[in-house]
């Protein structure tokens, strides 16, 4: 059905809706909350002095110039996620 261009973005928004239902009911019966994060940016950025770093996708580790933060590019990614979260 993806395949389908009419309809392949629904399809896939409504996959991540039901998703994060689930997460959220798990969250929720665990004592705990969900709060969505937009990860826009979130690779480039970092997480240390929030100096943005371009780089190409294929770059997998973060190398700031700014302040010598050297770190695996998706760790970076989730630090920064996390601290949008707070």
């Known amino acids: 059905m993806l395949k389908n261009h ?6 896939s928004d409504a996959g991540w809706g039901e998703f994060i239902s689930m997460l959220t009911y798990k969250a929720e019966s665990a004592g705990r909350t ?7 940016g ?10 943005i770093v371009k780089k190409d996708l294929s770059v997998r580790t973060h190398i700031c110039k700014n302040c010598g933060l ?7 990614a ?9």
């Open 6 to 11: 009419r309809l392949a973005k629904s399809i």
């Open 34 to 40: 969900v709060e969505k994060v937009s990860p826009h």
């Open 42 to 51: 979130t690779t480039q950025e970092c997480s240390r002095c929030s100096f």
């Open 70 to 76: 050297v770190i695996d590019r998706d760790h970076n």
């Open 78 to 86: 989730a630090v920064n996620i996390l601290k949008r979260a707070s």
